[in-house]
């Protein structure tokens, strides 16, 4: 079966700086896509980013970047120049075999 | 694009009742949709996934008797909570994508199901 793991529960960022949340996954699949998203408040999930496995290159948006490590199966994503409306619940996914498994997620607090 | 509404946000239910949510996908057909369940301060967890015109497939440890979908047209889910119990109080989300092997999934807002 498919894991995602998120070993931060909580993390917090000073407002303007960069934050980086960590992800881990394990599967013997070679085609899959991960994602990020985030849940605010409102507990509606909001798609951060999206990396396709078979891409070397690092997703970016915006603020929004990803660190995609495929042999270590590693996924982590970097927020720079935090805001306060970043703070909420990152949750990591891998989506294969038509299905999203989520990480247990990572509370972001920004300090002002 | 890729708007998914759900109604109701909120329902309080006595135990013994049925309850049904919707699932709706506003400006886009879904070819599948799926319903996850999550715990407070807990991570999304798979209940079920339905594809229009078939019958749901659903995950390990949850009972189809008691968690009904049925998805019925392209724009429409439904999840039936029957006989429902305090144990069934949670936070139930839905989310569509459309086309085969499409990857990226657009969520509803969600609806909190309290069971007295």
């Known amino acids: 079966a498919q894991t995602v793991t998120q070993s931060q529960p909580e993390m917090s960022v000073q407002e303007a700086e960069t934050v980086t949340l960590s992800c881990t996954y394990d599967?013997?699949?070679?085609?899959?896509?991960l994602f990020w998203y985030k849940q605010p408040p409102s507990r509606q999930m909001i798609l951060v980013i999206r990396q396709e496995a078979y891409k070397q290159q690092n997703a970016t948006e915006n603020r929004f970047s990803v660190n995609f490590q495929k042999a270590a199966k590693s996924f982590s994503l970097k927020i720079s120049d935090s805001q306060l409306g970043d703070a909420a619940m990152y949750f990591c996914?891998?989506?294969?075999?038509?299905?999203?498994?989520f990480g247990t997620g990572t509370r972001l607090t920004i300090i002002p | 694009g890729a708007v998914v509404s759900q109604h109701p946000s909120r329902v309080i239910c006595k135990s013994g009742t049925s309850v049904k949510i919707e699932c709706r996908s506003l400006?886009?057909?879904?070819?599948?949709m799926f319903w996850y369940r999550q715990f407070p301060k807990q991570s999304l967890m798979l209940m079920a996934t339905?594809?229009?015109?078939?019958?749901?497939t659903y995950e390990q440890g949850v009972e189809k008797d008691k968690f009904l979908i049925n998805h019925a047209s392209l724009t429409l889910s439904t999840l039936t909570v029957t006989s429902a119990h305090p144990e069934d109080s949670s936070f139930y989300i839905c989310?569509?994508?459309w086309g085969v092997g499409t990857d990226t999934q657009y969520f509803g807002p969600g609806t909190r199901l309290t069971v007295l």
């Open positions: 989310s569509a994508h």
């Open positions: 599967t013997s699949e070679s085609d899959y896509y």
């Open positions: 400006d886009f057909q879904a070819t599948t």
């Open positions: 339905s594809n229009e015109g078939s019958k749901a």
């Open positions: 996914a891998w989506f294969g075999n038509e299905k999203l498994t």
